[in-house]
């Protein structure tokens, strides 16, 4: 799987809009880019994926440029329940078995602030 | 609908010991993951399970092993505990079309001292 990189720590105030932008540089052909998010003590949970241009669902938005060598997570109008961590992982979600797992790195530790 | 379940939430051993944590997955899933989480890591995938049968295994060693049952729960099974696998155990099932969205159950955290 493609490794990424993405900020270790981000902080932000209530109310604002949060952009994480995630590097892939060797990003395959047929890799797609997802999002999880987690809390302390939870395992992650699914926010979003997509694989060019813009992606939109209830939660987030995701950008995606032509080169689809980075991609950033907007998250609208964050409150203090949306600190957490922010994983950006690449791969093909439709290969066969699904041998590789998920690979998650040390993802983005977002703390939103009153 | 319920979703991934674990048990137990947390477990305590010592080294040496054996343990065993289990998995029932969202109901019509039949895929099933385990990842290990170390403080300030994220999830590093340890065995996938498709219909019964391991179908991937990551960088771990052999006193690492599972398998899943007829009605898609999973054991994980850790022998010969060392210090270094404490850690929150995370079981996710998936449906089979799309791997790269998995549901996370809430996790074991297993101490060993």
């Known amino acids: 799987l493609a490794k990424t990189t993405q900020p270790i720590s981000m902080d932000s105030y209530e109310g604002q809009e949060v952009n994480i932008t995630c590097s892939h540089n060797n990003i395959a052909t047929n890799d797609y880019i997802t999002w999880y998010q987690q809390f302390p003590s939870q395992g992650p949970r699914f926010i979003i994926q997509?694989?060019?241009t813009k992606v939109t669902n209830e939660v987030a938005s995701l950008f995606i440029p032509a080169d689809r060598k980075s991609s950033t997570l907007s998250l609208p109008r964050v409150s203090l329940s949306d600190t957490a961590v922010y994983y950006c992982l690449v791969g093909d979600p439709y290969s066969g078995g699904g041998a590789d797992g998920l690979t998650f790195g040390k993802g983005t530790h977002l703390i939103i602030q009153p | 609908d319920a979703g991934v379940t674990q048990s137990p939430t947390h477990l305590i051993k010592t080294r040496g010991q054996h343990v065993t944590l289990r998995c029932s997955p969202i109901s019509g899933h039949k895929s099933v993951s385990w990842y290990q989480q170390v403080l300030g890591q994220g999830p590093q995938f340890i065995f996938q399970?498709?219909?019964?049968?391991?179908?991937g295994r990551g960088n771990f060693p052999d006193r690492f092993s599972a398998r899943q049952f007829p009605n898609y729960s999973s054991e994980l099974n850790v022998n010969a505990l060392l210090l270094g696998d404490s850690a929150l155990y995370l079981c996710?099932?998936?449906?089979?079309?799309?791997?790269?969205?998995?549901?996370f159950g809430p996790g074991t955290r297993l101490t060993v001292l």
């Open positions: 997509g694989y060019k």
């Open positions: 399970y498709y219909e019964k049968e391991e179908r």
């Open positions: 996710a099932s998936s449906l089979a079309r799309n791997r790269n969205e998995q549901f």
